[in-house]
Each structure stands twice: as structure tokens, then as C-alpha cells.
């Protein structure tokens, strides 16, 4: 494929927080703001609040029963770019966001004719936010899973804002965006979408 700069990219960005729709969401407000700096490098897309659908539990690629994960793994499939945003609940990314990553463990039997796992040639990011520290905790845990199912990330694939210890204040509930953040959010989408262009016009080799 003939892959210019200018390439046009699609995106999905899950959002893990544990509370469904229509319940305000620092993680999908940062989730929001990333999918808008990718915007600005060729990307379109759109959010999914796991929460809202009826994710079961489980590592297969479809648990039956109304299982809501089939049709948002073929949106991720159908993408070139997945954003991965969630809460820090305990020192760790939200329950949510461990189903999701579970879910994605099946990918590691699916592949293509070639060998290579359908997640291949795409890229990840993640998203975190939380009043404590631990940023740097959770998008280490989602970075290796999402390596081991076959994801690729850019350097500095990973924006978060997390608050003071021992206070309350939530990050959708600023004035403003924070200038680090802001940066780190500009810097996921501009070095994001650069990998997933590379990816898309020289996909990895066939598995051994």
C-alpha cells in the first residue's frame, strides 16, 4: 500500500471507567481529548464506553449469550489505531480495563493466513487518570498486555493527569487542561499515528 502522510486512519478509543452512561467520565474526557489531537493528524474514530455494553467475562473471542464483545473487537479490527483509557483504582487500571485485556488474550490464537495475530500492524495507546499516584504503574500492566496480543506502540504512547495524594479533586472537574498533559496527550497522537502510517505501508513479516 501506497502510504503518505496524509493517509486517512480510523481509531477506536474503549474507555474502562467503571461507571456506565450518561454518569460524567474523567476517562472518557481524556479519552475525548486524544481522539481530537489524533484528528489533527488524519484520524478519525469513535469512543465506546465498555461499561455501556454487555462485556462478558471470559478470554474467548465470543462468549455467547449476548456477549457485546464480538462487535466491538470487529470495530477494533476494523481500525489501525486502539486507545486504551482508564481509571486507577487501587493502584491498578480499572476492572474494566482487565476484561477488555482478557478479551484481547484470544487474539493470540487468531491469525492470519501469514501467521501473524489480526492485531498486527496496529497501534495502542493508553489513557490514565486517578487522585493518586501510579500512572506510570498502570500504563506499564496495559503496555506488556498489549504487546503480548499483538498491539505496537509509539515512544510515549501514554497520557494521564492524576491529582494530588490524599485529595479529591477530579480531572474533569478543572478549570482547565493541564500543560503536561496537554503536551502528553499532543505527543501520543502525533508519534501514534506516524507508527500506525509505518505499520499500515510495511506490515511485519510472516510468523516463522
Same mark, same amino acid.
Given at each position: ?9 480510523? $481509531? =477506536? !478509543? ?19 481529548? !486524544?481522539?481530537?489531537? &489524533? ?7 469513535? =469512543? ?15 462468549? @455467547? %449469550?449476548? %456477549? ?9 479490527? !476494523?481500525?489501525?489505531? &486502539? +486507545?486504551?483509557?482508564?481509571?486507577? *483504582? ?6 474494566? !480495563?482487565?476484561? =477488555?485485556?482478557?478479551? &484481547? ?9 501469514? @501467521? ?20 506510570? /504503574?498502570?500504563?506499564? %500492566? ?6 503480548? +496480543? ?10 494521564? *493527569? +492524576?491529582?494530588?495524594?490524599?485529595? /479529591? ?9 493541564? /500543560? ?9 497522537? $502525533? ?8 505499520? /499500515? ?8
Amino acid at each position: 500500500m501506497n502510504t503518505t502522510e496524509t493517509t486517512p486512519l480510523r $481509531a =477506536v !478509543a474503549l474507555v474502562c471507567t467503571l461507571s456506565p452512561s450518561p454518569a460524567r467520565s474523567s476517562s472518557q474526557l481524556l479519552a475525548e481529548q !486524544a481522539m481530537e489531537a &489524533l484528528s489533527e493528524h488524519g484520524v478519525s474514530g469513535k =469512543v465506546i464506553r465498555v461499561a455501556d455494553h454487555d462485556v462478558r467475562t471470559g478470554v474467548a473471542t465470543d462468549m @455467547g %449469550d449476548g %456477549d457485546a464483545w464480538p462487535e466491538i473487537r470487529e470495530t477494533i479490527l !476494523a481500525c489501525d489505531i &486502539l +486507545v486504551l483509557s482508564t481509571p486507577i *483504582w487501587l493502584g491498578h487500571p480499572a476492572s474494566t !480495563a482487565q476484561r =477488555v485485556m482478557e478479551r &484481547l488474550n484470544a487474539e493470540m490464537s487468531e491469525t492470519d493466513e501469514e @501467521g501473524r495475530m489480526l492485531t498486527y500492524g496496529k497501534a495502542a495507546a493508553v489513557c490514565v487518570v486517578g487522585n493518586e499516584d501510579g500512572a506510570h /504503574k498502570v500504563s506499564a %500492566d496495559l503496555f506488556q498486555g498489549l504487546n503480548d +496480543v499483538g498491539f505496537s506502540l509509539a515512544p510515549n504512547a501514554v497520557t494521564y *493527569w +492524576v491529582g494530588e495524594a490524599m485529595h /479529591k479533586t477530579d480531572y474533569q472537574d478543572l478549570d482547565e487542561t493541564p /500543560k503536561a498533559t496537554a503536551t502528553a496527550t499532543a505527543t501520543l497522537a $502525533a508519534n501514534t499515528a506516524h507508527l500506525a502510517r509505518r505499520l /499500515k505501508s510495511a506490515p511485519y513479516p510472516a510468523a516463522p
